[in-house]
C-alpha cells in the first residue's frame, strides 16, 4: 500500500473515531463537551480534531448528520417487512429511543435540519413506513410525514422530564390513536 493510501485511511479512522467518541459523549453530556475533551477521549491531537472538525459547530452538525443516516437506513431495512403496520410503528419505538437518548439528536429534531440529505433521506423511509402503513389498513388515513415529525417532537419534549419508568407513556397513547379502527 503506497504511502497516500495509507495516510488517507489513518485519517478515516481517525475520522471515525472521532465520531464515535463525539457521538456518545454528546449523547450522554449534551453539547457543551469541548473539542479538546473529545480529542482526548479519542486518543488523538486537537489538531486531528480541527483538521477534520473546523469548529464545534462542524462536529455537532457531523454526529447529527450520521445519526439520521443510520435511522434512514433502519427504515429502509424495515421498508419490505412482511408486516408494514408492526414494522411503522416498530420504527417509531426506535426513532423515539433514539431522539430520546440523543440529547443533541432530540434537540436536532426540534430544530429546522430539512436541508441536509441524511434528514431527506429519513424522512423518505419514514413516509415509505407510514405509506405502507396506511394501505395495509393499520393506521388512520390522512396522517402524513409532517404529522408523524410534529408527533414525535411532542413526544420528546414531553418525556424529556420524565422518569425513566414513565418514559414510553406519550408514544403509547400516540402509537394508539395512529391506529386505524
Same mark, same amino acid.
Not at 50 to 79: C, I, M, N, T, Y
Given at each position: 500500500?503506497?504511502?497516500d493510501r495509507?495516510?488517507?485511511a489513518d485519517?478515516?479512522?481517525n475520522?471515525e473515531?472521532?465520531?464515535?467518541?463525539?457521538k456518545?459523549?454528546?449523547?450522554?453530556e449534551?453539547p457543551d463537551?469541548?473539542?479538546d475533551?473529545i480529542?482526548r477521549r479519542?486518543?488523538v491531537?486537537?489538531?486531528?480534531?480541527?483538521?477534520?472538525?473546523?469548529s464545534?459547530?462542524?462536529?455537532?452538525a457531523?454526529? %447529527?448528520v /450520521?445519526?439520521l @443516516?443510520? $435511522?434512514?437506513?433502519r427504515a429502509?431495512?424495515?421498508?419490505?417487512? !412482511? *408486516?408494514?403496520?408492526?414494522?411503522?410503528?416498530l420504527f417509531?419505538r426506535?426513532l423515539?429511543?433514539?431522539?430520546?437518548e440523543n440529547?443533541v439528536l432530540t434537540?436536532?429534531?426540534?430544530?429546522s435540519?430539512?436541508?441536509?440529505?441524511?434528514a431527506?433521506a429519513?424522512?423518505r423511509g419514514?413516509?415509505?413506513?407510514?405509506d405502507r402503513?396506511q394501505r395495509?389498513?393499520?393506521?388512520?388515513r390522512?396522517i402524513t %410525514?409532517? /404529522?408523524i415529525? @410534529?408527533? $414525535?417532537?411532542?413526544?420528546?419534549?414531553?418525556e424529556?422530564?420524565l !422518569? *425513566?419508568?414513565a418514559k414510553?407513556?406519550?408514544l403509547?397513547?400516540?402509537?394508539?390513536?395512529l391506529?386505524?379502527r
Amino acid at each position: 500500500m503506497s504511502e497516500d493510501r495509507s495516510a488517507r485511511a489513518d485519517a478515516a479512522r481517525n475520522r471515525e473515531r472521532i465520531l464515535t467518541i463525539a457521538k456518545l459523549a454528546f449523547a450522554v453530556e449534551g453539547p457543551d463537551v469541548p473539542l479538546d475533551e473529545i480529542a482526548r477521549r479519542a486518543g488523538v491531537g486537537a489538531g486531528t480534531v480541527h483538521r477534520h472538525f473546523p469548529s464545534k459547530r462542524d462536529l455537532l452538525a457531523a454526529v %447529527v448528520v /450520521d445519526r439520521l @443516516a443510520g $435511522l434512514a437506513a433502519r427504515a429502509q431495512e424495515l421498508e419490505d417487512a !412482511p *408486516d408494514p403496520v408492526e414494522a411503522f410503528f416498530l420504527f417509531l419505538r426506535e426513532l423515539t429511543a433514539e431522539a430520546r437518548e440523543n440529547i443533541v439528536l432530540t434537540t436536532a429534531i426540534g430544530e429546522s435540519i430539512d436541508e441536509t440529505e441524511a434528514a431527506a433521506a429519513l424522512s423518505r423511509g419514514l413516509g415509505v413506513l407510514l405509506d405502507r402503513a396506511q394501505r395495509a389498513g393499520g393506521v388512520k388515513r390522512g396522517i402524513t %410525514v409532517v /404529522d408523524i415529525h @410534529a408527533i $414525535l417532537n411532542g413526544i420528546i419534549v414531553m418525556e424529556r422530564g420524565l !422518569p *425513566d419508568g414513565a418514559k414510553g407513556l406519550g408514544l403509547d397513547i400516540v402509537v394508539d390513536g395512529l391506529r386505524a379502527r
